[in-house]
């Protein structure tokens, strides 16, 4: 009967309703589809033999995945965003509004417009597999829930619950959903049509399924207190002032969450409807909207492999895996892989080092576990296909072996002559390493072309990106099961080359150098990152030289400095912290515990390196001219990456800084930045920047760049258009 709706009327009266859009690998809900669905609720509501309805899942790991995005790509019309609106929480509504009882049965993703269609269903039950999530994410593409969303759950859950809920976009796995009252409850997945049944005969019996369900009860106190008005209008100035905090008013998506909330407490249920299309059709046609969609489009895109990339391997393939090195990184990334099935061996020299990995798994396990993200059977079960190791055997059965030891060619290399004879000649080996040359670490690897490297960023559990770097001896082979790793491990691949600090760090290199020039030279060091942050970063550079430490970022440093010569100078700045560090012992920090001022060893530092350059006071700089001064350097140096070819396309280094660093996403990335306020400013920037400091003066490359006035292609054929055709993955999102 329909592409999506699949029902299925037994002698009990029940239809059964299975969700599964046979075109696509997810089921997400178009225009289409919605009105497919429409035209299911008119039968429901004309048949007078059905006696309720299950809604189910035929997709494996899926329930409904969102509505749409391609739809909202081009809509950038006010009227037609709130049509789609109108339309969509017309459907619901008439959903909600059938008389017999109405059942979801939520097994896999639950996001956005899917559940916004599950809260329009009268009862909800989630099953406890782990790839259960339901959630709103919709901020974090721009937009707000439209349709219902943000009138529905502060409905079931209470605003309070609600507000943080829709304004963060935190996906809740099924526990977790219980206990914040988004479903009734929870059951394993076989158990959920069984449910299902029960619940529709309970209503029936008794006019209410609710006594079937054992979810915790908030006291009535603490119920009442959150009803009220004063509670009410209280949590919504708290959650005004904290997201102009963290986001300085550059998103309006969660200010317009806020007010269609606050709009809503004096409307009744129509009106509420009617003021969420409202913010709606304000935030489609927005830039920062516009921004978000793009970079949503391109990690979905990043997920394929390479087109050039002859061979492939399907990220199902791999079955076993192993880590050398037990450190933070080694244990994430072990952890990672055994969270997605993987046997995964942990190895390292000592005992003692395994055993603090493993301590470190079960720490991360346990903080899951007791955020309700993984039941202690789910926590139990991963931890159990992780084998801890201080030898080699059995590596020979491994498809891949990541290392993740100590920062030192040599001793990297040490580790990769013996895995070589450890393995076979299909594992592929792949280094961590942050920025050290892989085809260094490869050199005394007697099969050269099956060494990829793999950067995953700290804390690998929670950074998004993993930059996939090949050799100019890299196989074929050996780069697709290495992008499968990636792919199966549900993080974003980005293809680099192999150089100093591949693309991340060999970008981020310039904005810390720069920030430590800036040190030294302005009258107020915490303008520094008080330009950044009104830039867009997440945090200053001074703060993320304290969050990474000195001595790695003095590593990086000096690494790209002998690569890349005078325009990676180290700033004067870094040599007196090392001198500060031999003379107190331990490693200085820039900035005071409050992290609101600088550190007065850090000053009398620099009061040295002005004294010795003929200035005392320093000198006074716009925050403007000194966020010029940190971004352009980012690039230039961008600009080079993409002539050389380490970065494939201009999206890539945009997709690789977001997720990577941090860089405004509301910008869309250094390049896209760049494009938006000219290239050719860009570089009359920096040329009037040279004049005083030569190391910043503009590169060929961006010269290049800037006389086409575009970053997409240039004349050795590296770059390419974005396609938005970027698998079906990529078509559901909020």
């Known amino acids: 009967m329909a592409d999506m709706w699949h029902p299925e009327k037994s002698d009990d009266g029940i239809l059964r309703v299975t969700i599964d859009r046979k075109d696509r690998p997810v089921s997400a809900l178009s225009r289409s589809m919605m009105e497919e669905l429409r035209e299911l609720v008119q039968s429901i509501k004309s048949d007078s033999s059905i006696r309720g309805v299950l809604f189910q899942s035929g997709k494996p ?50 996001l956005g417009g899917g559940l916004e269609f599950a809260l329009a269903c009268r009862y909800r039950v989630a099953s406890t597999h782990e790839k259960t999530k339901l959630g709103l994410p919709e901020v974090q593409l721009g937009l707000l829930p439209g349709w219902g969303g943000t009138v529905r759950l502060p409905r079931q859950i209470g605003l309070i619950d609600a507000l943080p809920l829709v304004l963060s976009g935190r996906q809740l796995g099924g526990f977790q959903a219980r206990s914040k009252g988004v479903v009734h409850e929870v059951v394993p997945i076989e158990a959920l049509a069984s449910v299902g049944e029960k619940i529709i005969r309970t209503h029936h019996e008794f006019g209410s399924a609710s006594k079937l369900f054992s979810r915790s009860k908030k006291p009535g106190w603490q119920k009442f207190l959150e009803g009220t008005t004063f509670a009410k209008k209280f949590a919504l100035k708290k959650a005004r002032q904290e997201v102009m905090s963290k986001t300085h008013g550059h998103y309006p998506a969660p200010l317009q969450i806020i007010e269609t909330f606050e709009k809503g407490l004096s409307a009744d249920g129509k009106r509420q409807f009617r003021i969420e299309s409202d913010g709606i059709s304000k935030l489609a046609a927005n830039p920062v909207t516009r921004e978000c969609i793009r970079l949503f489009f391109l990690s979905e895109e ?16 791999l079955k076993r895996a192993a880590v050398v090195g037990a450190g933070a990184m080694g244990a994430g990334i072990a952890l990672l892989l055994a969270r997605k099935g993987i046997a995964t061996r942990l190895n390292d020299i000592k005992p003692e080092f395994v055993a603090r990995g493993v301590k470190t798994v079960r720490d991360l396990l346990g903080k899951d576990t007791k955020r309700k993200k993984l039941t202690k059977r789910q926590a139990e079960e991963i931890f159990d296909r992780l084998s801890p190791a201080t030898d080699y055997r059995g590596l020979n059965n491994a498809d891949v072996v ?24 299909q594992t592929v080996l792949a280094t961590n390493t942050s920025s050290l040359l892989v085809s260094e670490i490869a050199r005394d690897v007697p099969h050269p072309e099956r060494v990829v490297g793999l950067h995953f960023f700290n804390p690998p559990h929670q950074m998004p990106l993993v930059e996939v770097i090949r050799t100019d001896q890299t196989s074929d082979e050996a780069l697709a099961k290495a992008f499968a790793v990636v792919q199966r491990l549900g993080k974003t691949p980005v293809v680099v080359g192999d150089c100093a600090g591949f693309l991340v760090n060999r970008l981020l290199g310039p904005y810390m150098n720069e920030a430590g020039f800036l040190l030294a030279e302005v009258a107020d060091p915490m303008e520094i990152d008080k330009a950044a942050v009104d830039f867009g970063m997440p945090m200053g550079p001074l703060a993320l030289s304290d969050l990474v430490g000195l001595d790695v970022a003095a590593h990086v440093a000096d690494n790209l400095y002998q690569a890349y010569g005078e325009r990676m100078k180290p700033a004067s700045i870094w040599g007196a912290l090392k001198q500060l560090r031999e003379k107190l012992g331990s ?40 966020a010029q001064r940190l971004v352009f350097p980012v690039i230039n140096e961008a600009a080079i990456c993409l002539a050389e070819g380490v970065a494939r396309r201009p999206e890539d280094i945009d997709l690789a800084m977001v997720f990577g660093t941090g860089f405004a996403p509301f910008r869309g990335g250094p390049l896209r930045y760049a494009e938006s306020i000219g290239l050719q400013s860009v570089v009359d920037g920096l040329d009037q920047l040279a004049k005083t400091y030569s190391h910043l003066a503009p590169s060929d490359a961006l010269r290049k760049f800037a006389r086409s006035g575009t970053f997409t292609g240039d004349s050795n054929g ?10 079906e993955a990529s078509r559901a999102a909020g």
């Open 61 to 110: 790991g899926v329930f409904i995945a969102g509505a749409d995005i391609t739809e909202f790509e081009n809509l950038t019309d006010k009227a037609a965003a709130e049509e789609v609106s109108a339309f969509g929480q017309g459907v619901f509504q008439e959903l909600e509004n059938l008389k017999v009882p109405t059942v979801a049965l939520i097994s896999g993703a639950c």
């Open 402 to 425: 990541i290392e993740a030891v100590v920062e030192v060619t040599d001793v990297k290399r040490q580790v990769f002559a013996e895995l070589a004879e450890a393995t076979n000649p």
């Open 302 to 317: 990043a997920k394929k492999p390479p087109k050039e990339l002859e061979a492939t391997f399907h990220a199902k393939g």
């Open 587 to 626: 490693q200085p920090k820039l900035l005071a515990k409050d992290g609101r001022s600088v550190q007065e060893s850090v000053l009398r530092c620099i009061t040295g390196l002005r004294k010795s350059s003929g200035s005392t006071t320093g000198t006074q700089l716009s925050r403007e001219a000194i």
């Open 718 to 727: 590296h770059g390419d258009a974005v396609s938005h055709d970027s698998g």
